[in-house]
């Protein structure tokens, strides 16, 4: 590939974009998020106790115990890694596509899916062990937050009992569920972002942009989220010797909980990836890292 059409990719500021708006969205909906875990992660088995009633019983029992910090637990490894991970996924997914093109320069749906797909596949190298420390500090349910292990501890302790292998406990069921969100989001998006081009320009409006990523992420999020719950289950230390994988995980689900369980937290997973995508996608095409490296606008790759 020549240095011109390296030039045009413009792969630094996609990366720089990347990581902004990971963090930007994360601190938006992260208190949404944790709601989300702590409910699907409740087995609803006949005589045992229910913790939570609902979301609002969840979020309120959530507030009482930790207070607005309590809110955020386990954000700063998320924080941490979403820029890598974010970067990863955008950019990856923007390179996908840029080589994907057929020789006239069009991308037919199945490409924009293998080039999601993509997308999906390359970011589980740094969302697999996020989500599993997120995970542990999101279901901590110490009031006194100093007898619960930080991300830290919780990483050095995965890593001294099983080793690098300890951090990617459930990257099946990561893998499955990122790469098929993935392969829904991404066409989604270009899709409607399309829409949304002025005539005769390639640019389009940053409003629209972040309604495209709300309705494209709100999609994917509700047909992704029976993945979503058997990879929170599978993540979770405390059920960590009931389930030995995702097979086992998923017939157990259904014959203990029913098919109902798999949409567990479905409406909260919508109410947090939507937005996320959405602030995500729009930070993305603000084009910050250009503003700050005096380039001009890159726009999405069609």
Do not use: W
Not at 2 to 19: C, E, H, V, W
Not at 73 to 93: D, F, H
Not at 97 to 113: E, F, N, V, W
Not at 275 to 302: C, N, R
């Amino acid at each position: 590939m020549a240095s011109g059409t390296k030039q045009d990719f413009g792969l630094l500021p996609r990366i720089i974009n990347g990581g902004i708006a990971g963090i930007v969205g994360v601190i938006c909906v992260f208190p949404l998020d944790l709601v989300k875990t702590r409910m699907q992660n409740q087995s609803k088995i006949v005589g045992q106790p229910q913790l939570y009633k609902n979301v609002f019983d969840c979020a309120v029992k959530t507030f009482r115990n930790g207070g607005f910090r309590g809110m955020y637990s386990g954000s700063a490894v998320n924080i941490l890694l979403i820029t890598p991970e974010k970067a990863i996924k955008l950019v990856a997914n923007d390179a996908f596509r840029y080589a994907l093109k057929t020789k006239d320069g069009s991308l037919p749906m199945h490409r924009q899916i293998l080039a999601g797909a993509g997308a999906g596949t390359c970011q589980i190298v740094v969302t697999t062990p996020m989500e599993l420390l997120k995970i542990q500090r999101q279901m901590a349910k110490s009031k006194d937050s100093t007898h619960s292990p930080n991300a830290r501890q919780l990483a050095i302790q995965l890593y001294r009992e099983k080793g690098i292998i300890g951090l990617y406990k459930g990257v099946g069921a990561t893998f499955t569920r990122d790469v098929f969100f993935s392969m829904m989001y991404f066409p989604l998006f270009a899709y409607f972002n399309d829409k949304g081009k002025t005539p005769g320009s390639n640019k389009v409006p940053f409003y629209h942009s972040f309604a495209s990523g709300i309705v494209a992420g709100a999609i994917g999020a509700f047909l992704a989220t029976p993945l979503d719950v058997v990879k929170t289950r599978l993540q979770t230390l405390e059920h960590k010797d009931r389930y030995s994988g995702i097979v086992d995980c998923t017939a157990k689900i259904m014959k203990e909980e029913g098919l109902s369980a798999f949409f567990k937290g479905s409406l909260l997973r919508v109410m947090v990836i939507a937005p996320l995508f959405g602030i995500a996608q729009m930070v993305y095409y603000l084009g910050i890292a250009e503003a700050l490296m005096g380039l001009k606008p890159l726009g999405s790759v069609s």
